[in-house]
């Protein structure tokens, strides 16, 4: 699936988002941020039902997704194989 990552590290990104908002980005959040473009739409019609997918479960979810975990919403909404130890 494309990105709008380019050649910026993910973890100066998230620094970045973390001054921005004074709270460390989990994995969704970095989903969403590399998923859309600057105007705010998508990289196409996938990212957007999975950005939607993220944002729900996002809004239901109270578990602590601070820390990188087979359940947190990423390994729910794209599956086991994208937890990163």
């Known amino acids: 699936m494309p990105h709008t990552g380019g050649s910026k590290a993910n973890s100066r990104r998230r620094y970045e988002l973390f001054l921005e908002t004074g709270k460390a980005p989990n994995r969704g959040q970095m989903f969403i941020e590399t998923h859309k473009r600057k105007n ?3 990289v196409n ?3 957007r ?3 939607e ?3 729900l479960h996002m809004t239901q979810c109270d578990i602590n997704e601070s820390e990188v975990s ?5 390994g729910k909404m ?3 194989e994208h937890f990163e130890e």
Do not use: C
Not at 70 to 74: A, E, G, M, Q
């Open 40 to 42: 705010g739409s998508f």
């Open 45 to 47: 019609d996938e990212a």
């Open 49 to 51: 039902t999975i950005v």
């Open 53 to 55: 997918r993220i944002e």
């Open 70 to 74: 087979p359940r947190d919403t990423i």
């Open 78 to 80: 794209l599956g086991a």
